[in-house]
């Protein structure tokens, strides 16, 4: 099995990450200083109330953990200082490029609008592409939950904001109870405008349908897709469309789209020639970092290094960047590979 202190050499991708499930202890706590509010808690209560037990029931009590964050994160200020940690802390796994997900809505109770939350958090990724190696990048995500005329808002962000740091758009949430086909006009909006899509589907039991409706509406990526697993005859489908599959193991128990390791279809999928590449979701609610991530997979299927460089090139060819960009991604992924 691989060592750790490997892993931690190995250059990596990053394309699922949200920012609210995502902060810092030390950030949390900045954060509600900057607010004025009050946070009447050990460290050790801080972190049971944003971490999700690896014994969560489903879901929607894993999505429970995001509630106690959001007082916090309401002003330019604290949307960009999350940002920074979080791509902070990728570069810490060596993560050399990163997207980072979160949902502007959420983030409008201290009178910002939809573009200035957006604009926060570029400038936080700006910055630490300054301070550290790693380009980090953001993606708009829509919450299923929310009334359909209120999601209807979000694609016009595309059309005020032409910065380089906002590459996509990701519908996330309740997928049980909102299923994929109810969003088609808000996805039609979006690639009538050309924006990247990834939407999450599969990430709880009975739900491989979302998977193929997402498909069908034009995503090139899915948000874990697991239950890929239900529709053996759909992935030929995913293969020839080169469909990047965004797994989170932690994440993936966590929320219940399966019960055991023997379940668990990540190498199934790797073997079948699926495009799947390897993220933390959440690395606060799940207690996790990519370095812990890849070492799970390491373990469980005694990945070698070869195995690993193919996981962050599929990430790389399903990156939201352009063709030049992502050449010189490879190149220096694969330089870097062979010097391990």
Known sequence: MLNPELIAKMPKVELHCHLDG??????IKQLANHANLDLPFTDEEILERTQAPENTRNLLEYLARFDFVLPFLQTYKNLELAAYDVARQAARDNVKYIEIRFAPSQHLQGNLTLEEAVEAVIAGLARAEADFDITANALVCGLKQVPLEKLRRLPQIFDHISDEHLVGFDMAGDEVNYPQKKFAPLIDEINTRGVHLTLHAGECPHCEQNIVDAVNMGTKRIGHGVMSKAIPEFWEALRNKKVVLEMAPTSNFQTKSIESLAEYPFKKF??????VTINTDNRTVSNTTLQKEYEKIAAWYDFQVQDFEQ?????????FIGAAEKEQLHQRFKGDYQKL
């Open 311 to 319: 996981i962050n090139h599929y990430a790389i060819d399903g990156a």
């Open 270 to 275: 790797y073997d079948a020639g699926l495009h």
């Open 22 to 27: 995502s902060l810092s202890l030390a950030c």
